[in-house]
């Protein structure tokens, strides 16, 4: 199994900033592609930025030139850096990883358990 745990969210002004880190432990023999997505109260879950084991990334447009992400391989560790935080960020905010396991050919992704991010206005 593996587990994917989160943390760095909180209670932010606007115009301020956070960083997410969201650890992966367990029976990993290596991870492919990581990301972020949100939910906020009421919406879809939506893809926040991803980033390849090569360290390729992608962001979504509403957040492209604000937020950063970023990954440790060594601690396999993937990081969100969130500057110029506005109310609309307000959400959970869920990591992923495309995991191959321990056994030949298996691999699955997990998810985190999410942490909340309030940005006040």
């Known amino acids: 199994q593996v587990q994917l745990v989160e943390s760095g969210g909180g209670l932010v002004q606007a115009g301020g900033s956070l960083r997410l880190s969201c650890a992966a432990s367990g029976s990993i023999f290596s991870i492919n592609d990581m990301g972020w997505y949100r939910q906020a109260p009421g919406k879809q879950r939506e893809l926040v930025a991803a980033i390849t084991s090569g360290g390729s990334t992608d962001y979504a447009g509403s957040v492209k030139g604000r937020f950063t992400i970023s990954r440790d391989n060594a601690k396999n560790t993937v990081y969100l850096q969130m500057n110029s935080l506005k109310p609309e960020d307000t959400a959970v905010y869920y990591c992923?990883?495309?995991?191959?396991?321990?056994?030949?050919?298996?691999?699955?992704?997990?998810w985190g358990q999410g942490t909340q991010v309030t940005v006040s206005s």
């Open positions: 992923n990883a495309r995991v191959n396991g321990l056994r030949v050919g298996s691999i699955r992704t997990y």
